[in-house]
């Protein structure tokens, strides 16, 4: 296993990425229901997947990318004080409650219980004592700076998505606090806990699950839109406007992913321990992970790039561009084997639609299927499992891509990338970060809550981002700021850094 030390910056490509997908596609299922608790299990879910929020079950993810891998999920149909009495924590997604269920819930914290709440509903507020004063859209959180389960996250505010019901702060042990925008506080309390005779409560203002959702994957209603614009639908379309600039350098969604952790991790405290895994093998506070795409280029290309990246002992996956009538000259499969038993990888990067020199290579399934296809027959396997589609194209759908990727076996979606207008500030110059809000791993989520079996990672240290080219004027600040951004990833953030260093440019 190889780590980033902050002397230098090193690298493991397929590496990287067998790990993690080892990590996160063996572990026990994201979630268990069982009728009855037991077995050590002391963290419970409670949601519906009918309810109208359908982003419930997503929370499932926020735990498993969190290393929260042992829980039971628990329907509203099935509450009872018996069941609850088994478990410290119990976690409750946007669900509506009748006074009955919330009642429930309202004994089992004076029983000594420790409850979450998303954006509880006005049942459970009433049982719980809680009063709000009205709602704030597509805004900001930030920490209470003096709280000390907040120590060492950001003190910045933080974007979140959806809509939060704003409560009042009187006799809350307030956690966050709503923002208007980036700098200006609304007065009232976005996350705070209450004391109610042997346990405590905590209500969470806003939907964190749909929040996360959205921040990873951007504003579904933006989709088929070229809102660059530069005439190709691109993933990153999604985001433009949707990030703010000025917290891209910020893993919004995994800082608020972690609050949420250090609440179950403290209400867990009292109780027998569990397991909480962390987020890379091996310990090891980051990864770099080294990938490049190639279009056509010439064996010498591959080489140099190789010669580069074994000076420092790493691996690369190379994703080549294929076309659908004959095997390219190069790389030759000979060397493609060298470089698999060397311990490299190669995957595809499938051209969509109509590329720069007016071939069709058509629609995003048929691309996919046909690459793979021919590369197939040209360097037989084993064909990475991870995969970029050249220029970042967009398929049918929010989550189009990941879809035809679980069709033909791509467990790793590199999709999203930091790249042009959308991370161009208005003096021109680049912001570097993280567009997705998260350095993490996380599986696809759709509109209708279906998990589909397919991880996005951010590809956010891209070489045309910070090259010298007329466009990028000086690719010195611009690399200071990669840096930085990777020293971050060691001291608070704890990111996997895919890197895109292009094979044209190896020459």
Known sequence: MISIRRSRWIGIGWL??????????????????????????????LTDPGAPNPFGPYLAEILRAEGWVAYDVVSPSSLSPTLLQMYPVLLVAEIPLNTTQAGILRDYVWNGGRLIAMRPSPELRAAMGWNTGGTLSEAYVRFEPGHPLVQGLVTESLQFHGVGDLYVADEVEVIAWFYQDRDTNSGFAAIGRVTRGNGWAVFWGYDLARSVALTRQGNPDWVGQDREPDGILRTTDVFSGWIDLERIAIPQADEQMRL???????????????PQLWYFPNGVLSLLILTADAHGNPQSYYEGELASIESFNARVTFFLTLNFDSCPSAPAPDSVNAWRAAGHTVGIHPYVGTDEWGNDFRDFRTSTMRTRDRFLRCYGPPLSPTIRTHQIRMGTGWVGNARVHAEFGFPLNLDYYMRGDVTARPDGTQAHGYLTGSGLPMRFVDLNGEILPVYQQLTNIVD????????????????????????????AYYSAFVANFHVDYYN
């Open 16 to 45: 990287g990425c067998a790990l993690m997908l080892g990590i996160l596609l063996f572990l026990p299922p994201s979630f268990r229901t069982r009728a009855q608790g037991g077995g050590g299990v002391r963290l419970a879910l």
């Open 464 to 491: 045309e981002q910070y090259m010298a080219q007329p466009f990028y004027p000086d690719w010195r600040r611009d690399a200071d700021q990669v840096i930085a951004m990777m020293d971050a990833g060691l001291n």
């Open 260 to 274: 949420l952790s250090r609440l179950i991790r403290e209400g867990l405290a009292a109780a027998a321990p569990m």
